[in-house]
């Protein structure tokens, strides 16, 4: 199949397509300023415990600061390809002087065919909270990320290569899935085809593992409000990265997650990061999950077996 | 470029991006852009496995020399999304690939894209920056 | 008080007999542990839990003697006997003797296929709802959607994989699971037996009662074997309070321990 756009330009004319789909009302008027209630708000079916069903496979749109495939090509630095480390741009992907990215006015869903349109209001999308959009980094700790990002490309040692590119498990930030939600009684299990991993949310009022059990994914508790699912995650491990940019979290991580349903395509999330060994606030961040075409089938996706990555970047390790 | 953004607006909402996102390891590490590269060759094995599938060509230089090179390509999941089928590129099979060479110097690319005998051009859906960038 | 214990034996009676005829509304209260299985709102076997094997499988599917690091066993395969065309015993014996760097999950912790997963010494998730269902694996989180709609894909076009794509579907009270597009990757046990990636591999799940599985695989393979053989064994519910998959992330462990002294090239 031959293709008529180049990538580059596909990205930018999805952008530009899912911007326009995010911001412009139904009727295709100007985009609005401002939310405005929807005429009937949607009442989602039940399940047999009485949530409710969310159940489907869904594309999540960013949340802010992701590795969104958006790139400036003759970006502030020019000719430079921002990947590449260099001594003006040596946190090599971000310009923001906190490392989050730059939140185009769209979100990519990552090439998923979507269920239905957008929702017709404008949505809160990236970094929310604080409102002067800089990350509350303690000023040692992001001196501390900075030298880490310097050592990242080349990577100096297995720490400074991204957990990403290890296979590792993502937790909450990184991977676009797509996501399957399924809800048995008294739990959302959250499916990922990226690295094929299950997130349990227990909905059933047990308390969180002991402090001793640290997880990649941490552990998830939640219970619905209305139409609202808020998940509370402790006992992360310390191998958690935000985004390429903010490398590594701590393992004091304590995320709440609120997701809320739009109508029956569509639902926005939220997410706030408490880490207060990092940062001397807890901050939030923003995006959409957006259900997919009927008839479209999670993959596997199997990471490790298939991935040269630690051996193009090292070599081989000496066998025993 | 107009009349492509119109086009893609015309269909907003309800298909986004023939490029699929791969949230996962830093293209630079591995590949240097500043070095791009070409080859002309037969294939002689694709492995269609996550995250990366690869492409093996046996590339014959001006002297007849052949080396083996493998270029990276894009998740088999997005491959197959995009419309790729594992017997649409079988061993045997004359291909041009081009792309961005590894930064230790081995033979050894990120493919951008692949073009088949008949002419067609196929992007390959993987982490390498475009050489034009429009 | 002749009344009273006519209403109670009526009353034993009747619930007795609902019982019997498995009435799925009345059902849905839980049942008792030695009876009949809980039930879905939509009628079906409740297979919702944690589960586990509990048996040798892992390190031999057929009966073996314990060694150092091998508890020993009683095997799990019908007959004892795995149906092997004679340059495919050959190739076990060959995989047996390299064991220990041939094996890809013990050695690499890549994903060990189906029916191997099952009998990991590890738990696995079973989450069931009337529209889908996932097998999700505390051993290098694997997955296993159950599609309980469509058709396999297309072997010729569509990337083999680990775990197989599994196609599911009732057969009374039975989780008929329907298995194809493997790679030939992955072994069924520490021993070396294998399969060529025209394994096809039918799974039937059936609750004997609240806390256990009848576990029962059904292994086809023309190019490896003379004919189809199987394997069956218990599945045990966890059920301590709380119970939850964690996390075994062997891939990573492994990755800290080879590349500690990174970077090994120039």
């Known amino acids: 199949m031959s293709r008529r756009f180049s990538s580059a330009i596909m990205a930018v004319a999805v952008l530009t397509t899912v911007s326009l789909g995010l911001l412009m009302p139904v009727n295709g008027q100007t985009p609005a300023k401002v939310a405005t209630p929807a005429a009937t708000p949607w009442t989602p079916p039940r399940t047999p415990d009485g949530q409710p069903d969310i159940q489907g496979i869904y594309a999540r749109g960013g949340v802010g600061g992701l590795a969104v495939e958006a790139r400036e090509s003759n970006g502030p630095h020019g000719a430079e390809n921002p990947l590449d480390a260099t001594a003006s741009n040596p946190l090599s992907v971000s310009d923001r002087p906190d490392g989050l990215r730059n939140i185009p006015k769209g979100f990519n869903v990552g090439g998923t065919p979507v269920a239905g349109p957008a929702p017709a209001e404008k949505r809160r999308l990236g970094l929310i909270d604080p409102s002067n959009k800089v990350l509350p980094w303690k000023p040692e700790e992001d001196r501390n990320r900075r030298d880490f990002l310097k050592r990242t490309n080349p990577a100096a040692s297995l720490r400074y290569v991204e957990y990403d590119a290890r296979c590792a498990l993502p937790g909450l930030f990184l991977g676009n899935g797509p996501f399957e939600f399924i809800q048995p009684p008294q739990e959302v299990v959250v499916l990922s085809e990226y690295s094929h991993f299950t997130r349990v949310i227990h909905l059933d009022g047990r308390p969180h593992l002991g402090s001793n059990i640290r997880l990649f994914n941490g552990d998830s508790v939640g219970h619905w409000e209305g139409n609202t699912l808020i998940v509370d995650t402790t006992n992360f491990n310390e191998f958690t990265a935000f985004s390429r940019e903010i490398p590594y979290l701590s393992d004091a991580l304590h995320t709440i997650e609120r997701l809320t349903i739009i109508d029956q395509n569509n639902m926005d999330y939220e997410v706030t990061v408490d880490d207060p060994k990092l940062f001397t606030k807890p901050w939030k961040t923003a995006g959409l999950y957006r259900k997919v075409k009927k008839g479209y089938e999670i993959m596997e996706y199997a990471c490790a077996e298939g991935s040269l990555t630690l051996e193009n970047i090292f070599g081989k390790p000496p066998s025993r | 470029m107009s009349n492509k953004l119109y086009l893609a607006v015309a269909s907003f909402g309800l298909f986004l991006a023939a490029r699929p996102v791969t949230a996962h390891h830093a293209f630079a590490a591995e590949f240097d852009v500043s070095k791009p590269v070409k080859v002309r060759g037969s294939i002689t094995k694709v492995d269609w496995v996550n995250p990366h599938s690869w492409i093996y060509v046996d590339v014959k230089d001006a002297d007849g020399k052949v080396t083996n090179w493998h270029f990276e390509l894009g998740s088999p999941n997005a491959l197959f999304r995009l419309g790729w089928k594992k017997d649409a590129i079988p061993a045997g099979l004359e291909v041009e690939i081009s792309g961005y060479r590894a930064k230790s110097g081995e033979p050894v690319g990120n493919a951008r894209s692949l073009t088949l005998p008949n002419g067609h051009e196929l992007f390959t859906g993987g982490s390498a920056p475009d050489i034009d960038g429009k | ?266």
Request: aromatic residues 12%.
């Open chain 3, 1 to 266: 008080m002749n009344t009273i214990r006519r209403s109670i034996i009526s009353a034993a009676a009747f619930a007795t007999i609902l019982w019997l005829m498995e009435i799925p509304a009345l059902a849905q209260a839980p049942a008792a542990r030695a009876g009949a299985p809980r039930r879905m709102a939509d009628g079906k076997p409740d297979f919702n839990g944690i589960w586990q094997a509990l048996n040798t499988a892992a390190w031999d599917i057929q009966d073996h003697v314990g060694q150092l690091g091998v508890p020993p066993g009683q095997g799990v395969v019908e007959g004892n006997e795995i149906p092997y065309q004679a340059w495919a015993l050959a190739k076990k014996k060959e995989n047996f003797a390299n064991r220990k760097t041939a094996d890809q999950t013990e050695v690499n912790c890549f994903l060990p296929g189906v029916p191997r997963i099952t009998y990991m010494p590890f738990p696995f998730k079973i989450a069931q709802t009337s529209k889908a269902i996932a097998f999700s694996y505390e051993f290098a989180h694997g997955l296993r959607i159950i599609q309980m709609e469509g058709n396999h894909p297309d072997p010729d076009s569509f990337p083999d994989t680990w775990m197989g794509d599994s196609r599911g579907h009732w057969e009374g009270e039975t989780l008929v699971v329907d298995v194809r597009n493997f790679n030939d990757q992955t072994w069924f046990d520490q021993a070396g037996n294998f399969h060529s990636d025209a394994l096809h591999v039918v799974e039937r799940y059936t609750l004997t009662d609240p806390d256990h599985i009848n576990y029962e695989a059904t292994i086809e393979d023309p190019k490896v074997f003379t004919r189809p053989w199987k394997m069956s064994m218990p599945l045990y519910r966890r059920v301590e309070k709380n119970m939850e998959l964690l996390e075994y992330e062997c891939v990573f462990y492994l990755q800290e321990e080879r590349y500690k002294n990174a970077p090994f090239k120039k």
